[in-house]
């Protein structure tokens, strides 16, 4: 089962981790060609990514925009910093909500685990503002607003 | 009488790393309730119930009060509120990610039966 676990470290880091049963070769071209990038990375359903620019070389480019179809929409930017094929990404990486948000820095790791892949992302903790910012835009929205908020809790903890 | 200790993340997430205070927390979240019922679903001593309570109050996740003899508790405000929420739906957010990746990497497309 491929269970995604996600979890703070210390108060700055983010770290998720998804099995994948594909190789790493695989899912690390996920992570970079902008025809596959922009079929997957969407966030909640209704969300799509008319504009996906992403060079696959140290120094390149990232470019994601989203759109929920109703005029609502928003985009990142990023450089990638380091590529090491296909076992990891690092990448730096900032929301436009249209003020840019802090640089993220994300480290993105894919190791071969049995028939699959076990993909390790450390990603930095936005602060207090920046997550407002991004709750505001509905880009992470998904959950009910009838859901108590412990459930929701159990559910981003993984507990249960 | 109000708790308000300094929120830290390691803190609420090692006072929820222990099953027996995320119970006290799930029975919180149907509303305010004493020592005495936040014990009676336990095996385990009164004194051992407060001890988790003493770790719940001191992350934040909740406040006491005192009300005669009694000590009620209930959920704080703040102490999961919107890094909570923030991190609910991220989680939500990549869980759906990741769900279409898996579909695209057991079918991707172009290979099958949509060969260029």
């Known amino acids: 089962m491929s269970q995604l676990v996600l979890e703070t470290q210390g108060e700055t880091l983010i770290v998720v981790k998804r099995r994948f049963e594909a190789p790493p070769e695989a899912v690390y071209r996920a992570h970079l060609e902008p025809e596959i990038i922009r079929e997957w990375m969407l966030g909640p359903d209704g969300w799509t990514m008319p504009v996906c620019i992403s060079e696959a070389k140290p120094g390149g480019k990232i470019r994601y925009e989203w759109s929920n179809g109703k005029g609502g929409g928003f985009y990142l930017t990023g450089e990638i910093i380091t590529l090491d094929p296909p076992r990891r990404i690092v990448h730096v990486e900032r929301m436009h909500l249209p003020d840019p948000t802090p640089d993220n820095h994300v480290e993105t790791t894919f190791t071969v685990d049995g028939s699959g892949t076990l993909m390790v992302m450390r990603m930095t903790l936005p602060d207090e503002k920046t997550r407002a ?28 | ?36 019922e936040l014990a009676e679903p336990f095996a385990i001593s009164q004194p051992a119930i407060s ?40 989680r939500h957010a990549l869980e759906q990610n990741y769900r279409r990746l898996d579909r695209l990497l057991k079918n991707p497309p172009g290979r099958k039966d949509r060969s260029p």
Not at chain 1, 134 to 160: H, P
Not at chain 2, 11 to 24: C, E, Q
């Open chain 2, 51 to 90: 001890r988790h309570i003493k770790v719940l109050v001191d992350a934040g996740l909740i406040v006491q009060r005192v009300e005669g003899t009694k000590r009620p508790c209930r959920l704080a405000g703040d102490g999961l509120s919107e890094l909570d929420e923030y991190l609910a739906r991220l």
């Open chain 2, 1 to 36: 009488m109000l708790v308000t200790p300094q929120l830290s993340l390691d803190a609420t997430f090692s006072a929820l790393s222990d099953a027996t205070r995320r119970a006290i927390l799930a029975r919180l979240a149907q509303g305010e309730a004493t020592v005495n």
């Open chain 1, 133 to 160: 910012a991004m709750l505001a835009t509905g880009m992470a929205r998904g959950m009910e607003a009838s859901y108590a908020r412990f459930e929701r809790f159990w559910a981003a903890k993984g507990a249960r």
